[in-house]
C-alpha cells in the first residue's frame, strides 16, 4: 500500500503560496513528495485529467474561477485524482458542500504548517489506496464468480443423507475425508437466527416448489463466523414428485464483511453528526464536555478518555472521565506532569501537536513521561489539545491552549489509525468552539446579572432601592397570600437627619446613612426578610410570616441598634446621639389589606412615633388590640 514517493500536483495561481507549500514538503523525507506547480485553469485541467498524480492541491479561490468549478469539470473528465481543496476560512456550509462534491478533504491557509499538510496528504493517498485496493477486489471477486467452482450439495429426502463437494468442506471448515455430516449436523452450524431462516425456505422450496436464494452465518468448528450464499432449487423425479434439494454455496464472508464496515462507518458518521449537534445545541460547559467523552470511547472502542483543563500553576485537572469498567477513575484528579516544565510541549499543543503513543514501554519515550502513565494503568494513549482563541488586551486574539481531549488504552498496546487521529481532530475543533461560546455566553449572564444588581441595589448604602422594594413586595405578598399567611412593615426614619446634614455636612451625612443601614440589615437576621432605602433618610423592612409582637421585637432592637452606634448628633432635640423613629403594621389586623394599605399604616405609625416625640416604636392602631 505504501509508496517510496508521493506525486503531488498543486493548481495555485499565488506565487507565495506555491513556495510556501513546495517549501514545507521539500522538508519531508519519507515518503519523498514530489510537487508539480500549474497556475492556470487551462493547464491544471490539463494536467488533471491525466490521472498521472496521487493527490491534486487545489485552490478554491482560483483568480476569477471557483476551485469548484475546476472540481466539477475534472471529475465529469473521468479525473480519479483525490483533491484536496485549499480555502481561505471556517466555513461548515462549505465543507458539507465539498464532501458532497466528493473532495476527498480541504484544508485552510492558514492552519497549513509542515505537520498538517503532510498529515493530509498522507491521509489523503493512503484513503485513496484503501478505496482503489477495495475497488480491484470487488472486481476480482466478480472475475472469480464466474470462473470459480461453487461450492454444491444436495439433500435426498428419502435418505435424509447430505452430499457436500470439496468446496464446501472448505468454505465450512471441515475435511472431506471426514465425510458428509448429517443433515441435523449441518444445520446446527448455522446460527440460530440463521436456522430458522433456514427452516422458513425449505418449507417454501418444498410446499411452493419455488427456487430461493439467501445469505446466512454460520459457525465453523474453531468457532469462527463465517458468511455464506446460497442458492437451492427442488429436485423432482419424472411423475414431477419432490426428491430432493440442490444448492450452490459461496463464502462471502470478506465482502459481508466490508459492506459491514461501511455500515458500521457511515453508521459512526451519523452518530458523530448528532454528537457535534448535541455539542453546538448546549451553552453548558459540562454537558459539552459530558457528551464528548462518552461519544470518544464509544467510536475509539478504548478504555478511558478524559478532558484535562490546563490550570494556572502549569498543572491540569480532569475536568470530565468517561471510563470503563476494570480501568481506575481518575476524575477530578490534579496532574502535575513531571515532564512539561523541562520540554516545550506547552507551545507545540498551541501548534498542533498530537501526541501518539502506542507502547508506553518504547524506549524512546520520556521517563518521566512513561512513569506517570503507569500511574493511571496506561499503555498506549493519544493526546491532542483543545485550543481556543483568547481576546487579549492589544487588538487581535492569541491561541491557547485551553487544555486536551486524551484517549487510554489501559489493558493492551495499542496501534492507533489515522482514522482515529482525524476524530480526535475534528471532536477538539468544535468542542473549542462550544467552549468559546459558552464563555461568552456565561460573561454575558454574569454581565447581565451585575447590571440588574446595578438597577436594584442603592448605590450609596448597599441595599435594596425602592424599585426593588416594590417588586419584592408584590411578589411576597403574592406568595403568602397563597400561603394563607401575613406579613409585617416597619418603616425607620432617621430622627432629625436634616439638621445632621447641616450640622456635619453632606459626606458625613452619607456616612451616617451607610452604618444605618449596616445595621438595619444585621437586625434582620431570617433568609426571606429583606431591607431597603425607602427615600432620603426612610428605610423599610419587609418580614413575611411575622405576627405583629415578632415584628415589634425587631423594630425595638433596630431602634437600640442604632442608638447604640453612638453617632453623635448635637442638633438633635431628643438626644446627643443619632436615633431613629420606627412605625410597625401587620397585614392581618387590616380588615381589608393590600401592600400599599399595608405599607400607608407603617408610614402612619411612624408619623405617631415622630410626633410622640422621636426615638420609639409605635404600631399601627388596628393591631394594638392584638397585643
Keep these: 500500500m505504501k509508496k517510496d514517493l508521493i506525486k503531488v500536483l498543486l493548481i495555485e495561481d499565488n506565487t507565495d503560496d506555491f513556495i510556501l507549500i513546495y517549501d514545507l514538503l ?70 458539507m458542500d465539498l464532501m458532497n462534491k466528493r473532495v476527498a478533504d480541504y484544508l485552510n491557509k492558514s492552519e497549513i504548517n509542515e ?107 474453531d468457532g469462527t463466523l463465517r458468511y455464506i450464499y446460497t442458492q437451492a432449487t427442488l429436485i423432482v423425479d419424472s411423475n414431477s414428485e419432490p426428491i430432493g434439494i440442490f444448492g450452490t454455496v459461496l463464502d462471502i464472508t470478506e465482502r459481508k464483511k466490508a459492506e459491514l464496515a461501511v455500515e458500521e462507518l457511515r453508521e459512526k458518521e451519523r452518530l ?78 498551541k501548534e498542533g501537536y498530537i501526541s501518539i503513543i502506542e507502547d508506553v514501554e518504547n524506549p524512546d519515550i520520556n521517563k518521566c513521561h512513561v512513569d506517570l502513565l503507569k500511574q493511571f494503568q496506561v499503555k498506549a494513549s493519544m493526546v491532542l489539545p483543545i485550543l481556543i482563541n483568547q481576546e487579549g488586551e492589544k487588538q487581535g486574539s492569541e491561541t491557547t491552549a485551553w487544555g486536551l481531549i486524551v484517549a487510554h488504552q489501559c489493558t493492551h498496546n495499542r496501534q492507533w489509525r489515522i482514522s482515529d487521529t482525524d476524530l480526535l481532530r475534528r471532536l477538539a475543533t468544535q468542542i473549542a468552539i462550544a467552549i468559546q461560546q459558552a464563555q461568552l455566553y456565561h460573561r454575558l449572564e454574569k454581565l447581565n446579572q451585575e447590571l440588574k444588581e446595578i438597577a436594584y441595589i442603592d448605590g450609596l448604602t448597599g441595599i435594596c432601592n425602592r424599585r426593588h422594594f416594590e417588586e419584592k413586595l408584590d411578589q411576597e405578598w403574592k406568595r403568602l397570600t397563597r400561603d394563607n399567611a401575613s406579613m409585617s412593615i416597619i418603616m425607620v426614619d432617621i430622627d432629625y437627619f436634616k439638621p445632621y446634614n447641616d450640622t456635619y455636612g453632606h459626606q458625613q451625612g452619607d456616612k451616617c446613612l451607610q452604618q444605618v443601614a449596616q445595621t438595619i440589615s444585621a437586625a434582620v437576621k431570617r433568609p426571606g426578610d429583606f431591607v431597603a432605602r425607602y427615600g432620603g433618610e426612610e428605610f423599610v423592612v419587609v418580614l413575611p410570616n411575622t405576627p405583629i409582637e415578632g415584628a415589634l421585637k425587631v423594630a425595638e432592637n433596630i431602634r437600640t441598634q442604632i442608638e447604640a452606634l453612638r453617632i453623635p448628633h448635637s442638633a438633635s432635640a431628643v438626644s446627643q446621639f443619632v436615633t431613629s423613629s420606627l412605625g410597625v403594621a401587620n397585614s392581618s389586623c387590616l380588615t381589608d389589606s393590600n401592600p400599599k394599605i399595608l405599607l400607608e399604616a407603617a408610614d402612619i405609625a411612624l408619623y405617631n412615633a415622630k410626633n410622640a416625640g422621636r426615638n420609639q416604636v409605635y404600631i399601627d392602631d388596628s393591631c394594638i388590640k392584638n397585643l
Design 26 to 95: 521539500s522538508q519531508v523525507e519519507s515518503p519523498k513528495i514530489l510537487l508539480d506547480w500549474e497556475n492556470t485553469y487551462e493547464t491544471g485541467l490539463t494536467v488533471m485529467k491525466k490521472n498521472q498524480h496521487d493527490i491534486c492541491l487545489l485552490d478554491y479561490n482560483f483568480g476569477e474561477t471557483k476551485g469548484l468549478e475546476i472540481l466539477q469539470t475534472a471529475i465529469n473528465l473521468g479525473c480519479q485524482t483525490p483533491i484536496v481543496l485549499l480555502t481561505d476560512t471556517e466555513n461548515q456550509e462549505l465543507e
Design 272 to 349: 458523530l453528526g448528532l454528537t457535534l449537534d448535541r455539542i453546538h445545541r448546549t451553552l453548558n460547559l459540562d454537558e459539552i464536555l459530558e457528551t464528548t467523552v462518552e461519544s470518544v470511547r464509544f467510536f475509539l472502542e478504548c478504555d478511558r478518555v478524559l478532558i484535562y483543563r490546563f490550570l494556572e500553576d502549569g498543572k491540569g485537572i480532569v475536568e470530565k472521565e468517561s471510563v470503563a469498567a476494570g480501568s481506575n477513575p481518575i476524575l477530578g484528579k490534579i496532574i502535575d506532569d513531571p515532564c512539561f516544565p523541562n520540554t516545550d510541549i506547552i507551545e507545540r499543543y
Design 115 to 221: 505537520y498538517t499538510l503532510n498529515r493530509i496528504i498522507r491521509y489523503t493517498h493512503e484513503k485513496n489506496q484503501s478505496l482503489n485496493a477495495l475497488k480491484e477486489s470487488k472486481a476480482k471477486l466478480q472475475e472469480a464468480q464466474k470462473i470459480a467452482h461453487l461450492g454444491n450439495w444436495e439433500y435426498d429426502l428419502k435418505t435424509q443423507k447430505i452430499t457436500w463437494s470439496d468446496e464446501v468442506f472448505r468454505i465450512f471448515g471441515l475435511n472431506p475425508s471426514r465425510g458428509e455430516p448429517t443433515y441435523l449436523e449441518w444445520v446446527e452450524m448455522f446460527t440460530l437466527e440463521s436456522q430458522k431462516i433456514w427452516d422458513k425456505n425449505v418449507i417454501l422450496i418444498l410446499e411452493k416448489a419455488e427456487s430461493c436464494e439467501c445469505e446466512y452465518q454460520i459457525i465453523r468448528p
